[in-house]
């Protein structure tokens, strides 16, 4: 018996890639293997209906067509099922899929698919937002939030953002709370009276799942989305005159090594902010001022390489 897979499709995603799915899929999908149905977004938050539908009626794998924000909300409806989540990378920055090297050109990515190599990946939680990439505050929600502003994507415009807002842009002052061991609380949940509590002037604070934001822009060059640990991420304050150094850190996979910046594993966090937004793989989120963090280990099947 064949398999069930749908893609689900992001028809103004990225770059534009998507419009030519159609015609790969009729080429390159071994229809040995795969029954296969399309589904179009229509609005914001459309891909997590037709992925929870996609999960009722028993596909097997439901392809995410667009960026990380596409892929965040065909993921979510997908974790603790038995449906696996497949990429075909259509986005401005494609994080998710450039962590699990799944590759760039959609051939290649179909085969992929196709050879149906299955693994499973960490999510996390913030607050009652399901995360399988990167989540955070700072610098770095903000440019979320500008850039869903544009009507034209991709790369140029994100870093022409980045390097316009560093100027004027202001740091916050956080109160973070974590563990990197947490120890069960008597009812069950929360972050126990043992956990680490640091307050900081921050520029960003990102909690990682995966490596990087998109790009190859690696905020957390060392961590791994099945490890059942989470990279928290602590860029401080620093001089206007360091920031060419700071982005140039991000894509030679050294970040880390910054006098201004810390990477602790953790598990759970808890974040007060003086802002009341963040980002939420790459999607700007309204969150309050607190950010409450908690990993679901082994949650989701993906296919990748």
């Known amino acids: 018996m064949k398999k069930k897979i749908l893609f689900i499709i992001n028809p103004i995603s990225g770059v534009g890639r998507q419009k030519t799915v159609e015609k790969l899929i009729e080429q390159k999908l071994n229809k040995n293997i795969f029954d296969y149905e399309l589904a179009y977004t229509k609005a914001p938050k459309h891909a997590i209906e037709l992925s929870k539908q ?9 392809v995410a067509v667009g ?16 449906s696996s989540l497949a990429i075909l990378p259509c986005g401005s920055g494609n994080g998710i899929s450039r962590h699990l090297e799944i590759p760039m050109n959609l051939v290649k990515a179909m085969e992929v698919i ?12 913030v607050n009652e937002e399901v995360v399988i990439n990167i989540a955070g505050i700072g610098f770095a929600a903000h440019i979320a939030h500008e850039f869903s502003r544009l009507k034209k994507r991709g790369f140029s415009n994100y870093l022409k953002i980045a390097v316009r807002d560093s100027i004027k842009y202001r740091s916050q002052q956080c109160e973070i709370e974590f563990s990197s061991s947490p120890a069960p609380s008597p009812k069950g949940e929360g972050i126990t009276a043992s956990s680490e509590i640091i307050k900081v002037n921050a520029f960003i604070i990102d909690i990682a799942n995966g490596s990087q ?9 060392h961590a791994e989305n099945d490890d059942g640990l989470l990279d928290l991420c602590v860029v401080r304050d620093f001089p206007l005159i360091h920031f060419p150094i700071m982005a140039t850190r991000l894509f030679t996979n050294s970040i880390h090594r910054s006098e201004f910046v810390e990477i602790t594993k953790v598990k759970e966090v808890l974040i007060h902010q003086e802002n009341t937004y963040a980002h939420i793989d790459g999607e700007p989120v309204m969150t309050g001022n607190e950010l409450r963090v908690k990993i679901n280990p082994l949650s989701l099947k993906v296919i990748a390489p």
Do not use: H, M, Y
Not at 67 to 73: A, I, K, L, T
């Open 54 to 62: 996609g999960v009722q009626e028993n596909f097997e794998t439901i």
């Open 67 to 82: 960026g990380d924000g596409s892929v965040n909300e065909v993921g979510r409806s997908l974790v603790g099922t038995n």
């Open 114 to 125: 196709n050879r149906g190599n299955c693994t499973a990946i960490d999510t996390f939680n």
């Open 213 to 221: 934001w998109g790009n190859n822009a690696k905020i957390a060059p």
